[in-house]
């Protein structure tokens, strides 16, 4: 079975994680404000389908600390295009 990617990300987007509601105080909120400190912006190396559930995720370089990570897109948001 073959599955379409369908992203509003593509290829050489910069990008940055969601920031969480600030009445979120849950733990995962307090990650995603911790990573979005640390990592700052990143740019879209690749995007995959991954996981179980299967669901789109980004291989995503962060300049500020010369790592690729990979996430779900659902947790990601365009900073800027790419061309």
């Not at 379409?4 to 920031?19: A, P, Q, Y």
């Not at 991954?50 to 947790?75: F, M």
């Amino acid at each position: 079975m073959q599955t379409k990617l369908i992203s509003k990300f593509k290829v050489g987007d910069l990008v940055i994680r969601k920031n969480p509601d600030p009445d979120d105080g849950s733990m995962t909120a307090s990650a995603a404000r911790e990573q979005r400190g640390r990592l700052g912006f990143g740019i879209v190396m690749s995007k995959q389908i991954a996981g179980n559930p299967a669901h789109i995720c980004l291989s995503v370089l962060y300049p500020k600390v010369g790592k690729a990570y990979d996430i779900a897109a659902s947790l990601m948001e365009v900073a800027g295009e790419g061309r």
